[in-house]
Structure formats: C-alpha cells, structure tokens
C-alpha cells in the first residue's frame, strides 16, 4: 500500500509516521485529557484498515483526515484540536512556497501524479520537464493570485475543474481550427522569416508542418488542419512536372502520345504527394513542441470541400496517400511497424463516400481497413452535421472539431459568408455533476438549487478565462493574430474583437452524466424511465449557456469534457466527500459526459443511436465511441457500422487495440494487472514483461490515442470498458 505525498511522489505507507503525528499532538494535553497508548495504537489501526479498503494510493490530506476522524471517534476532541491546528500551521508554511517540492520531484521524475497527467507526453526528458516546471509556477500564481478564492477551492474540492491553470498565468487560448488555406495562398512569417506562397505540393506540406509546430508553441490546446487546403498545389506541381517532362522529351529528341506524357505526369506527381504526405505524417510524430510534446493537431478529409472537379479528385489521391501511410504507422526503436497517436484523422462519411456505387467508396474501404489496424480515422457525418450545425441564415454546414473533440457553433462573417476555418475556443470550465447529485440527497428540488450554485461557479470562472485573454496583443502570438493561423491584426492591435459575437467559442463541460442520473433515478440514463432526466440536465446546461451568451455576446457552448486525468480527481474528490456508495463512486473513474457506463452491456448499434440525442444537446464538442475487438479480418462490419454512423450520429469512432512488447515480439493486446500493492500495471501476457519502456501501448483516451500511459483512474476505465461488438 503506497501514499502520494503533496510534492506528488508516491511512498509506501507508514503506520508509524501517522502513530508518532497522533503521539505528537498528544504530548501536548494535560494528562487527563489524553489518549492512552492502545488508543492510539487502535486510531493508527483503523487508519491503516480504512486505507487498505480503498483501492487506490491515498493522499496525504486524506489520510489526515482519516485521523482527525478517528481521533474524534474516540472523543478526544481537545486532541483533535490539536492535530488539526498543527496541519493548519504547517499549511501555512507551505503556502509561502508552494512549488519548490513540486518542480524538484518533476525533475526526478518521481512525481507520480505528473507522471501520468498527460497520455501523450514522457516526464522523464527534459522539454517536457521544462514545459511541468513552468506549469507548476502558473499554477501557483493562478492559485494566488488570478483567481478568485472560491473557484480556488471549488476546483480543489471537485466540485468543478478549472482546466489547464498550468497555462492559466499566460494569454492563451484552447483550441483552433487554422485558416492554413489562407496561409499558404497569401503566404506567413515564421520566425521572423517571410514564406511566400508555395510552388510544389512538396513545399507546401513542409510548410504546413512549420506552422503546425509554431502553432502548437503558442497554445496548449488542439488545432485541426484541412487536406483540401493542400489540395490545389497537386495542380501547381502537375504543371511544374508536365513542363519538366516535356523538356526532358525535347532534349532526347522523343516524340510520345499525350496518353504517354500524362502517365509520366501522373506518376512522378503520385511520388511528390507520397513525399509530401510522409512530410506531414512523420515531421508531426518527430516534432517536439515548447510545452514538450508532439503537435496535438487533426487533419481533415473531407472531399466535400472541394470547390472543383479537379480539385476534388486531386483531394482524393491525398487523402488516399494520407490513409495508407497511416495504415502502414511508424516505426519504434526496435524497428517494428506501431500504431502513432498523432496527427488524428477525421473522415467525413458523406454521398460520394458512403454506398457501395459512389464514386470515392474506395477511399471509404481504405478508411475502414486502417481504422481497424490504427483505430483512425474517426468518422463525421455529413449527413447529420448539415442537420445539427445550422446558421442564422437557416444552412448546415459540414468541418472538423478542434482537436480531438471541441466544436466551434455556426457562424457567419460580416459579408453573411460562412466562416470556421481561422476561429478557436477561448477556453473550458468543467462541473461535476455527479457532486450536484451527491450533494442533493436525492432531493429534487435542492438537486436544482445546487445545479445553479454549482453552474454560477462554472459562469464566473469561464469569465475569468475570457477576462484572461481580453487586452491580449497580436504581438503575444504572430503566427496567430499576425500572419494568418487565426487573424491579420496590426502589430500592437489587442485579439479583443475576436472574443465576441461568436467568432470564438468559451466552454461549459460536463462530467459525470451517468452516475448523476444513476444516484437521482436509482438506473442507468439507458433506462428509458431514467433518460428524460438525463435529458432534462442536459437541457438545463444548454439554457445556461443561452443565457449567458446573451448577456455577453459571448459564445458560450456545452462540451462534453474528455477527462483525461481529470476523472481520477474527480473520483478521489466525491470518496472523499460522500464514501463508497455502489454504482455511483465506487471506481477511480466517473463516467466521460454524457457516455454510456464502460461496464453497462449494449451492442455498438443502440449505444451509437442513444448517444446520438446526447451530441446533439453538446453543441460545443462531443464524440461517441463502441469498443470492438481485433476486426482486421472482418472489414465488412467495420463498414456496416460506418453506415450506420452515416445516417444516425454526427461523430463516432472505433476502438481497437494495438500494442507492443518489445522483449518478447508479442503483436497483441497488453493487458493490465494489480502489482501487490494494488496498483494497476501494463503486463504483457505472453512473457509477463512490466517494463513500461520495453512496450509499446496505443489506447484510445478520450477522443484520441494515448502512448503514454495513464493515470490509475483512467487505467481501471480502459481496463473494465466492455466490448460493443
């Protein structure tokens, strides 16, 4: 049994340091008001008993908590009040400097919560050392100084999350959709050097790639990048080539067919977007961005926005590349061919892709052969899209999340056009509404009462985060406001018009939709007597949002948060708060948004249908999923539930696995077990190899692959998650 201690190193636990505390505190009575030794020694006990019931490294704090508790249970108040005047002295201590044990456990790399904080990043080098160091310092200033104190404690409480404080301190923002066709055609300046518009296919993704990693140094949430703003410069080196050619064809004297010339064409063209698609798939895994890890970026494919026939086709032939060198991976270390997390793929299933006789179904077939070997790309509905994302002139649209999840809400520029690409999300504050429920006692009416304490916490922090970026100049981030990623302001002109009138969008997510209803009702959201409830609170939020949106001209949206590591706090905050109460906080997980229980038994098809009403109520940002096993031999299913996607859910993915043992050769599923102090440990089941660094293990996190690891919470969710199919 192990502790994690309040620099984040996690220790094996002590009885008898909780034993000398008690005898401590103790010392200091007057004889008759103090314990005996069997008491203490029997107070020591329980403690150690009530931390081994629960399964998972308790904290310090909680741990204090458990003796103040004991100690009281006992009745020896004045020691209690001893005990506790003592932790209080000592916290005081530490908030003169809060960070100093923190950063120096980073850089030992024996921080256990940091460790496993972030999927997709290794604590253990130096950039993302740099990237935690400087998080540690925002997040003491945030705490102290920027926010207000109740927030403070409600975010430690979990009663809500107030996201990414490690970035707080800084003037930025969450996550974008770059206007990269703006870019190219109009040409940028990275670092300082002007880059003209590209000549080459070639070019132009190498370009993309350098945007892309400054991008991704100037905020800290997800950018998504378009193929089709790629897809005019296949033309451009058409041109360049067939005039290579045709001078190559004077000089020897030869006489070919036109049929001849254009095959030539066409093949070295094929060559320049296979270079230009590795450009983007490898430069994207190998980068190292400012806050230590690979861009988190998106590419899109989406043959419907393609402006020409031409165009369309060329459109084609990249996505085409772009799915077979993602089927293909990269390879590890040792060689072997793995499954990479980045850059995410979305597909868009739409009329040219989806039926047996379109035109493009090939690419559709492709798509569903590396889903089910790479567990990307993940699929958009054109379809339920134009019926979901409808703007004030009374017409749906079709474009790709910000990252992995978060949707900007329909909009149009000041010339009543449409307008997605250059836009972004300001940032997010989540609540918990399972604590809502908790907190209620399963009274209606309070359940209300709370939900609005809860969600005015939620309001005002969200405020906080646009106040944040409001005032902020151009000159903060030129790659974005200056030169063309988001904006073309002046040097010196402040981003603040861009935070209004829903240009950007600010977030309100949610967790814990499942346990919520499941305290309130007794039953699952599934249950059809429970799911008016549930649809009712989605509701509710919604109308917050409406209401807040239109006394600030603000654009607030709901989002279904993805919790990465935030539902194992979450779940440490409510046992904390309200014990073990079955089905509801007895794992070291809360359920993601609105998401159907990882352990609840339902086929892909029905869970896809019921989570479909839930998206819709999420205009902000949300992604559903079905758990399958290994379906490489059974792609006509994938397809099947690709159709299914088509007519019924907006976004959905396909969770496979796809792992790795580097000691032993095994290409199969790792698994995961409890060590002996109960902690949850990747194992490889055919040579029992432990070694996180001798593995290679991909997951699906929380709308997007994970390499890294995760912490105990997010392990036991990925450990008990049921097949679907």
Same mark, same amino acid.
């Given at each position: !049994?192990?502790?994690?201690?309040?620099?984040?190193?996690?220790?094996?636990?002590?009885?008898?340091?909780?034993?000398?505390?008690?005898?401590?505190?103790?010392? =200091?009575?007057?004889?008759?008001?103090?314990?005996?030794?069997?008491?203490?020694?029997?107070?020591?006990?329980?403690?150690?008993?009530?931390?081994?019931?629960?399964?998972?490294?308790?904290?310090?704090?909680?741990?204090?908590?458990?003796?103040?508790?004991?100690? !009281?249970?006992?009745?020896?108040?004045?020691?209690?009040?001893?005990?506790?005047?003592?932790?209080?002295?000592?916290?005081?201590?530490?908030?003169?400097?809060?960070?100093?044990?923190?950063?120096?456990?980073? %850089?030992?790399?024996?921080?256990?919560?940091?460790?496993?904080?972030?999927?997709?990043?290794?604590?253990?080098?130096?950039?993302?050392?740099?990237?935690?160091?400087?998080?540690? @310092?925002?997040?003491?200033?945030?705490?102290?100084?920027?926010?207000?104190?109740?927030?403070?404690?409600?975010?430690?409480?979990?009663?809500?999350?107030?996201?990414?404080?490690?970035?707080?301190?800084?003037?930025?923002?969450?996550?974008?959709?770059?206007?990269?066709?703006?870019?190219?055609?109009?040409?940028?300046?990275?670092?300082?050097?002007?880059?003209?518009?590209?000549?080459?296919?070639?070019?132009?993704?190498?370009?993309?790639?350098?945007?892309?990693?400054?991008?991704?140094?100037?905020?800290?949430?997800?950018?998504?990048?378009?193929?089709?703003?790629?897809?005019?410069?296949?033309?451009?080196?058409?041109?360049?080539?067939?005039?290579?050619?045709?001078?190559?064809?004077? @000089?020897?004297?030869?006489?070919?067919?036109?049929?001849?010339?254009?095959?030539?064409?066409?093949?070295?063209?094929?060559?320049?977007?296979?270079?230009?698609?590795?450009?983007?798939?490898?430069?994207?895994?190998?980068?190292?961005?400012?806050?230590?890890?690979?861009? +988190?970026?998106?590419?899109?494919?989406?043959?419907? *926005?393609?402006?020409?026939?031409?165009?369309?086709?060329?459109?084609?032939?990249?996505? *085409?590349?772009?799915?077979?060198?993602?089927?293909?991976?990269?390879?590890?270390?040792?060689?072997?061919?793995?499954?990479?997390? +980045?850059?995410?793929?979305?597909?868009?299933?739409?009329?040219?892709?989806?039926?047996?006789?379109?035109? &493009?179904?090939?690419?559709?077939?492709?798509?569903?052969?590396?889903?089910?070997?790479?567990? @990307?790309?993940?699929?958009?509905?054109?379809?339920?899209?134009?019926?979901?994302?409808?703007?004030?002139?009374?017409?749906?649209?079709?474009?790709?999340?910000?990252?992995?999840?978060?949707?900007?809400?329909?909009?149009?520029?000041?010339?009543?056009?449409?307008?997605?690409?250059?836009?972004?999300?300001?940032?997010?504050?989540?609540?918990?509404?399972?604590?809502?429920?908790?907190?209620?006692?399963?009274?209606?009416?309070?359940?209300?009462?709370?939900?609005?304490?809860?969600?005015?916490?939620?309001?005002?922090?969200?405020?906080?985060?646009?106040?944040?970026?409001?005032?902020?100049?151009?000159?903060?981030?030129?790659?974005?406001?200056?030169?063309?990623?988001?904006?073309?302001?002046?040097?010196?002109?402040?981003?603040?018009?861009?935070?209004?009138?829903? &240009?950007?969008? %600010?977030?309100?997510?949610?967790?814990?939709?499942?346990?919520?209803?499941?305290?309130?009702?007794?039953?699952?959201?599934?249950?059809?007597?429970?799911?008016? +409830?549930?649809?009712?609170?989605?509701? &509710?939020?919604?109308?917050?949002?409406?209401?807040?949106?239109?006394?600030?001209?603000?654009?607030?949206?709901?989002?279904?948060?993805?919790?990465?590591? =935030?539902?194992?706090?979450?779940?440490?905050?409510?046992?904390?708060?309200?014990?073990?109460?079955?089905?509801?906080?007895?794992?070291?997980?809360?359920?993601?948004?609105?998401?159907?229980?990882?352990?609840?038994? %339902?086929?892909?098809?029905?869970?896809?249908?019921?989570?479909?009403?839930?998206?819709?109520?999420?205009?902000?940002?949300?992604?559903?999923?079905?758990?399958?096993?290994?379906?490489?031999?059974?792609?006509?299913?994938?397809? *099947?539930?690709?159709?299914?996607?088509?007519?019924?859910?907006?976004?959905?993915?396909?969770?496979?696995?796809?792992? &790795?043992?580097?000691?032993?050769?095994?290409?199969? *599923?790792?698994?995961?077990?409890?060590?002996?102090?109960?902690?949850?440990?990747?194992?490889?089941?055919?040579?029992?190899?432990?070694?996180?660094?001798?593995?290679?293990?991909?997951?699906?996190?929380?709308?997007?692959?994970?390499?890294?690891?995760?912490?105990?919470?997010?392990?036991?969710?990925?450990?008990?998650? @049921?097949?679907?199919?």
């Amino acid at each position: !049994m192990k502790i994690i201690k309040r620099n984040g190193t996690e220790v094996v636990f002590d009885a008898a340091k909780i034993q000398a505390a008690i005898e401590k505190a103790n010392d =200091t009575m007057e004889q008759n008001a103090r314990l005996t030794p069997l008491q203490i020694s029997r107070i020591t006990q329980s403690v150690e008993i009530k931390c081994q019931e629960v399964s998972r490294s308790l904290s310090v704090e909680e741990v204090q908590d458990l003796v103040e508790n004991q100690i !009281m249970a006992h009745g020896a108040f004045e020691v209690a009040k001893k005990y506790i005047t003592y932790r209080y002295t000592r916290s005081l201590v530490r908030k003169a400097n809060t960070t100093d044990d923190r950063i120096l456990s980073l %850089i030992e790399s024996n921080n256990e919560e940091v460790k496993q904080e972030n999927a997709n990043k290794n604590p253990t080098v130096n950039s993302v050392q740099r990237d935690y160091m400087a998080g540690e @310092v925002s997040k003491d200033i945030t705490r102290r100084i920027l926010l207000p104190e109740d927030i403070v404690q409600a975010h430690d409480a979990g009663l809500i999350h107030f996201h990414d404080t490690d970035y707080y301190a800084q003037h930025m923002h969450n996550c974008d959709l770059v206007n990269l066709e703006d870019m190219l055609q109009n040409g940028t300046v990275i670092s300082g050097t002007r880059i003209e518009k590209p000549h080459s296919f070639s070019t132009a993704c190498n370009i993309a790639t350098q945007i892309i990693a400054q991008i991704a140094s100037n905020q800290y949430g997800g950018q998504s990048i378009s193929l089709t703003h790629l897809a005019p410069f296949v033309d451009v080196s058409r041109k360049k080539i067939r005039d290579a050619v045709l001078e190559e064809i004077a @000089v020897l004297g030869a006489q070919p067919d036109e049929e001849t010339i254009s095959k030539i064409v066409e093949n070295r063209l094929r060559e320049e977007i296979k270079r230009g698609v590795q450009t983007i798939q490898y430069q994207v895994v190998t980068l190292m961005t400012t806050n230590g890890q690979a861009p +988190f970026i998106t590419v899109f494919m989406y043959l419907g *926005e393609a402006r020409s026939a031409q165009e369309k086709s060329d459109l084609s032939i990249i996505i *085409e590349e772009t799915l077979r060198q993602r089927y293909e991976g990269v390879k590890n270390e040792k060689g072997i061919w793995i499954t990479p997390a +980045f850059p995410k793929l979305i597909y868009v299933l739409e009329e040219d892709t989806i039926r047996e006789d379109s035109p &493009y179904y090939y690419l559709t077939q492709l798509a569903a052969q590396c889903t089910a070997r790479r567990m @990307v790309p993940d699929y958009i509905s054109e379809k339920k899209m134009l019926e979901l994302k409808v703007d004030k002139n009374g017409q749906g649209h079709c474009y790709t999340c910000m990252g992995c999840r978060s949707f900007l809400t329909p909009y149009v520029d000041e010339n009543n056009r449409p307008k997605y690409y250059g836009r972004f999300n300001q940032g997010v504050v989540t609540i918990n509404l399972v604590d809502v429920a908790l907190s209620s006692g399963r009274d209606m009416e309070k359940f209300w009462k709370i939900f609005d304490e809860r969600l005015d916490l939620c309001y005002r922090g969200l405020l906080c985060r646009h106040e944040r970026l409001k005032g902020t100049l151009s000159d903060a981030a030129p790659i974005l406001w200056q030169y063309g990623a988001l904006a073309r302001l002046e040097k010196g002109d402040p981003i603040d018009k861009l935070l209004y009138g829903g &240009y950007s969008t %600010i977030s309100l997510g949610y967790a814990g939709l499942y346990e919520c209803v499941r305290y309130m009702t007794g039953k699952s959201h599934t249950d059809p007597t429970a799911t008016p +409830f549930s649809l009712e609170v989605m509701r &509710y939020m919604n109308e917050a949002c409406a209401r807040w949106k239109k006394k600030h001209n603000i654009d607030f949206s709901l989002y279904g948060t993805p919790l990465e590591s =935030t539902t194992y706090k979450f779940a440490k905050c409510l046992q904390k708060r309200f014990g073990i109460i079955a089905g509801v906080t007895d794992k070291s997980y809360i359920t993601n948004s609105y998401h159907v229980h990882v352990t609840e038994e %339902i086929n892909a098809l029905d869970k896809l249908a019921f989570e479909a009403q839930y998206q819709a109520l999420s205009p902000g940002g949300a992604i559903s999923y079905v758990e399958v096993p290994d379906m490489q031999n059974n792609i006509e299913a994938v397809l *099947e539930l690709m159709k299914f996607i088509y007519n019924n859910i907006m976004y959905a993915e396909l969770n496979t696995k796809s792992d &790795y043992c580097q000691e032993c050769g095994f290409d199969g *599923e790792i698994e995961t077990k409890a060590d002996e102090d109960g902690k949850l440990v990747w194992v490889c089941p055919n040579c029992g190899n432990a070694d996180q660094s001798k593995m290679n293990v991909a997951r699906r996190t929380c709308g997007y692959i994970g390499t890294q690891y995760w912490n105990q919470g997010r392990t036991q969710e990925i450990r008990e998650r @049921v097949l679907h199919l």
